[in-house]
Every structure is written in C-alpha cells, then in structure tokens.
C-alpha cells in the first residue's frame, strides 16, 4: 500500500477510536443520581422520606455510589440498571433519603442521549478525524 494511501487511513482509524474512548456510553440512557447531605428540618412536613435499607438493590447501589463520590453525583448506564423507585426524565426528581441517621437529598435525571448521542459521537469523531488529519498533512509536508 502507498504511503500516502496509508496515512488518512490510520489517521480516521485513530479518530474514530478516540471517539468512542472519549465518549464510551454515547447511544445509551442512564439515570443521573445527586446526593446532598440536608439538616432535618430541611424536609418538608408533607415529604415521604425513603429509608434506605427498605430501597430495591439497584437503589441502595445508585444512592451509595453518589454518596461516595467526592462532588456527590454518579451516573448509572443501562436502563435495565435503574431502580424502580426513582423517576428520570429531562427534569429532575427530589427524593429524601434517611441513611444512618442522617437525611439526605437525592436529585434524579435522565442521563444520555439515546440516538442523538450516537450522531453526536459521530460528528465528534469525523472533527477528531479532520484534525488529526491536518494536524497530520501539516507534519508530512513539513517533513518532505
């Protein structure tokens, strides 16, 4: 194979793969799960508050893995991953959450993009490509 034929090749192949490495849940939804450590007497009177060794598994687990997060959000992909007992949509969801004592308050949204996440990774990785590409044509004509 010519060289010159071999060089846009590599380039989109390296442009496509970092793509997908930067943006590996592209096409899936998920749910976005916020945790924030609130006083008592920050629950409303009329507030159902969940106790949370009575949530479902997939719960306990989306509600721990935001807790332990240093600025308090994680993100759970795979719709058949998300706990029952929390809504996700484009809006979010206040759920208040007593855990050993404490309350806190859970924000839940719809994480992901489902087909535009698709099209969007795609023209990312065709701009990665294009850069790449003069970044790229730039270095070999230089270099002749």
């Known amino acids: 194979m010519d060289r010159d034929a071999l060089l846009p090749a590599v380039l ?4 496509l793969l970092g793509a997908v490495v930067l943006y ?9 799960h916020s945790v924030e450590r609130i006083e008592a007497s920050e629950v409303p009177a009329d507030a159902e508050v969940l106790a949370s060794g009575d949530l479902s598994r997939e719960a306990r687990e989306a509600f721990q893995k935001a807790l332990d997060a240093p600025d308090g959000d994680a993100v759970v992909w795979g719709a ?6 929390f809504h996700y949509s484009d809006e979010e969801g206040y759920y208040h959450v007593r855990y050993e004592g404490a309350y806190y308050l859970l924000s839940t949204l719809q994480a992901g993009a489902g087909p535009v996440g698709v099209v969007q990774l795609g023209v990312r990785g065709l701009l990665g490509v294009a850069g790449v590409g003069l970044l790229g044509a730039g270095g070999y004509r230089y270099g002749r």
């Open 12 to 15: 989109a192949s390296l442009g």
């Open 24 to 32: 590996p849940h592209a096409g899936r939804t998920g749910g976005h």
């Open 80 to 85: 058949s991953n998300l706990p029952s007992e």
